[in-house]
Every structure is written in structure tokens, then in C-alpha cells.
T-cell receptor
Framework: SAVISQKPSRDICQRGTSLTIQCQVD?????MFWYRQQPGQSLTLIAT?????????ESGFVIDKFPISRPNLTFSTLTVSNMSPEDSSIYLC????????????FGPGTRLTVL | DAKTTQPTSMDCAEGRAANLPCNHS???????VYWYRQIHSQGPQYIIH???NNETNEMASLIITEDRKSSTLILPHATLRDTAVYYC?????FGNGNEKLTFGTGTRLTIIP
């Protein structure tokens, strides 16, 4: 399995501000993904973080609101910009490890509350 | 995207087999069925996956109907630690190596002592 850490684990933010979430993996991975889990809901894919190029966003998510970086094969960031209370969610990164063709491994998540 | 339908909640007695159903009637021929579970406040954990054939690993068994429109996850001897939300997922693999997991609403499984 892959060991995935996310920082911060949780945060409380004021509306209108931005928060950058980091995802660090202990080994090189081929794919990195960002998900959102709103309170009491299932997971929704935000985007695929592509190494060295722009992320691929799912319908309903845009780069201006959720800019993503992936400078190398073990690290990615997701920024939640100009936050509103509706952005209060758990944000999770997941990875597909090199050589693994079975599953995505998920990080522990970042619990964000926007006041 | 192919969608999945699962019961909202289920109970199972400790030590018994837990059978979790899932409907995925719009699944396409190249789409896999995956099962994950999420224990409270943790990231989802992979359980098992399959395409056409039934699969078994150390955690569970996956039974897929011949028409692939539904499947059942079986936890053979449920323990209290199996209490979690179980997600049935359809995975689409794209030709460029990318993929997408589409999570359903999940089944909240409660194991009763």
C-alpha cells in the first residue's frame, strides 16, 4: 500500500479566504486525484492532478476555484479559493501507485469548515 | 457515467455473513465494479474489484451476475470492526491511462453484537 499524508488535517476558515491542502505520498505514483466529500454525502471527484501539466477537472469544478499543482510524482496541492460556507467538506487525495493496477489508495482527508 | 444503487443501510449480526447488494444496470463492457469502505473519519479503503467473474480475497467475496447489472459483496464472518459505509463503484479506464471512480451513495452497514 501507499502511505499518504495530508496537511492540514482540519481547518476552520473565514469566508473569502483561500486554503491550500497538501498531499504527500511515500513513493512515486502514476496518478493523483482530488475528491470532495460534503457532509453526509458520498465522494465526488474534483480533478486528476497531472504531473507537469494542468489538472483535468470534472464537470462542475473549475481551475479558478480549485487550482491544483503537481510538481513531482509524490506531491500535489489543492487550493480552495474564495471560500464560502458551501465549501465546507472533507477533501481527500488519492493515488494510484506505480505497478498497482488494482486500487486507488486514499489519504486521511482534510476537514474544512468555512464560517 | 454508470451509476450504482445501494440500500441506504443494513444491519448484520456479528459472526454472520453480511451480503451487500448493488445495482449497476448501465455498466458498460469495459467498466469494473469496485468496492470500498469508509470507516468513520477515515479515507476510503479498497476491498475488492471484478469485471465479469466472481472474486475472492482475504477480506471479502464479490459475486457479479452474468448480465453484470448487479453484484453482491459478501463479508463472510462480520465483526464489529466491519461497521462502515460500503461503496459500490464503477471504474472507467480511459485509453490515455487515466481513470475515474464514480462513487454511489453507499450502504451504512452496522454489525450488531
Amino acid at each position: 500500500s501507499a502511505v499518504i499524508s495530508q496537511k492540514p488535517s482540519r481547518d476552520i476558515c473565514q469566508r473569502g479566504t483561500s486554503l491550500t491542502i497538501q498531499c504527500q505520498v511515500d513513493s512515486q505514483v502514476t496518478m493523483m486525484f482530488w475528491y470532495r466529500q460534503q457532509p453526509g454525502q458520498s465522494l465526488t471527484l474534483i480533478a486528476t492532478a497531472n504531473q507537469g501539466s494542468e489538472a483535468t477537472y470534472e464537470s462542475g469544478f473549475v481551475i479558478d476555484k480549485f487550482p491544483i499543482s503537481r510538481p513531482n510524482l509524490t506531491f500535489s496541492t489543492l487550493t480552495v479559493s474564495n471560500m464560502s460556507p458551501e465549501d465546507s467538506s472533507i477533501y481527500l487525495c488519492s493515488v494510484r501507485r506505480k505497478g498497482s493496477y488494482n486500487e486507488q489508495f486514499f489519504g486521511p482527508g482534510t476537514r474544512l469548515t468555512v464560517l | 457515467d454508470a451509476k450504482t444503487t445501494q440500500p441506504t443501510s443494513m444491519d448484520c449480526a456479528e459472526g454472520r455473513a453480511a451480503n451487500l447488494p448493488c445495482n449497476h444496470s448501465t455498466i458498460s463492457g469495459n467498466e469494473y465494479v469496485y468496492w470500498y469502505r469508509q470507516i468513520h473519519s477515515q479515507g476510503p479503503q479498497y476491498i475488492i474489484h471484478g469485471l465479469k467473474n466472481n472474486e475472492t480475497n482475504e477480506m471479502a467475496s464479490l459475486i457479479i451476475t452474468e448480465d453484470r447489472k448487479s453484484s453482491t459483496l459478501i463479508l463472510p464472518h462480520a465483526t464489529l470492526r466491519d461497521t462502515a459505509v460500503y461503496y459500490c463503484i464503477v471504474r472507467v479506464a480511459f485509453g490515455n491511462g487515466n481513470e475515474k471512480l464514480t462513487f454511489g451513495t453507499g450502504t451504512r452497514l452496522t454489525i450488531i453484537p
